[in-house]
């Protein structure tokens, strides 16, 4: 994909459906008492992996051709069967550490295995809870990555701190504890995505959260019940896809975009906060709440941009949006820290890396460190060709910071952008 500077955005743009809500609609469906109707699914390669792995488990699974609906025939917490080839869970880490949780706890064996990104990433942080639960759970490399291999196993609740905040680990074990013998938590520290929690509960189980007073850690708590049941769930829109407008809209000169149907779960908008700390233009219209999560349409006018610091508890609020915020703070005035972020090493690239080096290449002020990244904004960003190493959030940042780069730049297998947000570029075209 080649691009070019541009000034005057303008325009709605509706976002496309939550990516993480989409992924657990499917596998608490398929694990719940009668059908699960989803509507706004996203049909991102990452969720279509998950149908895919569960139609393998013997659910049967209806999509309406453009996706905008999909209806799950759901079996219940046992009616899983075994599956008669490896499970390919593709380019998604959700998919293959939230479907750990459930195999651990069914009377089958499984494998599963992804693409070369997916399978070069920890699993360690699954293996070491699971087994503590009992689970039989192994890399089959012995590299502490997938392929994996599950075994059956009776699982016991356990209580997990959780050395990071990752609402993928959390859920991995949460709904391992659905088949555990007693109650499972996990403390993490600080609070990930909730929406694990927030739609179990909706699904029947029996699962709360607590906080501890004066810190920052939070805890989930489940105990096995005996079965869920199917719901009907509208998909509110991606806030981690809303990103690359709002970004747009407040970098590329005389825009005014409203990004309409976004998602704004507190645990995953932590770039609202970021937007308005670099003094960004930004508002919230007619917010509201459906199936449990608050959701808006957000205003972004052009706006001179500054720099902020951005570490602590608000970073695994936008973690996705990292890459985003890094092309905002090339355009802004003054410094921008990124600390407390070492997991973005470990996302489909290293994105301390892969997105130092393009805002490098792009003629940036920026060094990467340890667990984020300095960047002295304000320069001119010159047009290059963008290495994506097949990472989609790497091809939407950088195809923003495109637009408001002299010349051309090329984003290399921009075709990633279908992991997580098919219509990226179509959307585009309803802002010219
Ligand atoms: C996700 C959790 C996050 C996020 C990923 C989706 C989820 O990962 O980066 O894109 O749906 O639970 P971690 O939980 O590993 O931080």
């Known amino acids: 994909m080649e691009l070019c500077n541009i000034t005057g955005l303008k325009g709605k743009v509706t976002i496309p459906g939550d990516k993480s809500i989409s992924h657990r609609c499917i596998m608490f469906g398929s694990i719940a008492n009668g059908t699960t109707q989803i509507h706004n699914f996203l049909s991102g390669a990452d969720c279509l992996a998950t149908i895919r792995c569960f139609r393998e488990l013997g659910i049967e699974i209806e999509v309406e051709s453009d996706y905008s609906s999909v209806i799950v025939h759901g079996k219940g917490l046992h009616g899983l069967s075994a599956p008669e080839k490896i499970l390919d869970v593709g380019n998604s880490g959700t998919t293959t550490r939230l479907i750990s949780g459930i195999l651990a706890g069914q009377p089958f064996d499984s494998k599963l295995s992804g693409d070369e990104s997916l399978n070069s990433r920890p699993m360690k942080r ?20 997938a392929p994996l291999y599950i075994t059956p196993a009776q699982l016991h609740g356990i209580h997990y701190d959780s050395p990071v905040a990752s609402a993928q680990v959390k859920s991995c074990l949460l709904l391992a504890g659905l088949y555990a013998d007693g109650e499972t938590s996990v403390t993490e520290p600080s609070l990930s995505r909730n929406h694990t929690e927030l739609m179990l509960k909706e699904f029947g ?17 489940i105990r096995p019940c005996e079965e869920l049941y199917g719901q009907e769930i509208t998909v509110p829109g991606d806030i981690s896809s809303a990103a690359y407008f709002i970004a747009a809209g407040l970098i590329v000169p005389d825009s005014e ?14 770039i609202l906060r970021v937007c308005e700390d670099m003094g960004g233009d930004i508002s919230l219209l007619n917010e509201r709440t459906e199936g449990g999560e608050r959701i808006a349409d957000v205003l972004v006018r052009t706006s ?4 902020t610091t951005i570490e602590g508890d608000i970073i695994p609020t936008l973690i996705d949006e990292i890459p985003v915020i890094a092309v905002m703070a090339a355009m802004a005035e003054g410094t921008t ?79 990633c952008v279908d992991v997580s947000y098919p219509t990226f570029y179509d959307t585009f075209e309803q802002l010219l």
Do not use: W, Y
């Open 126 to 145: 699954i293996i070491e809870p699971l087994t503590q639960m009992g689970a039989h759970i192994s890399s089959i490399l012995r590299n502490g990555c």
């Open 205 to 221: 189980a029996d699962i709360r959260s607590t906080f501890e007073i004066g810190s920052s850690k939070a805890t989930a708590i």
């Open 257 to 270: 975009i409203l990004v309409e149907n976004v998602g704004i779960n507190p645990t995953r908008a932590g």
């Open 304 to 307: 001179r941009l500054h720099g």
């Open 337 to 415: 820290i990124i600390k407390d972020a070492a997991e973005l090493k470990v996302k489909e690239t290293d994105r301390i890396e892969t997105v130092t080096d393009n805002l490098k290449a792009m003629g940036c002020d920026v060094t990467p460190t340890e667990d984020g990244m300095i960047i002295n904004g304000g320069r001119p960003l010159h047009g290059a060709s963008i290495h994506t190493l097949l990472d989609h959030r790497i091809a939407m940042a950088f195809s923003i910071a495109a637009l408001v780069a002299d010349g051309t730049t090329k984003i290399l297998d921009s075709k």
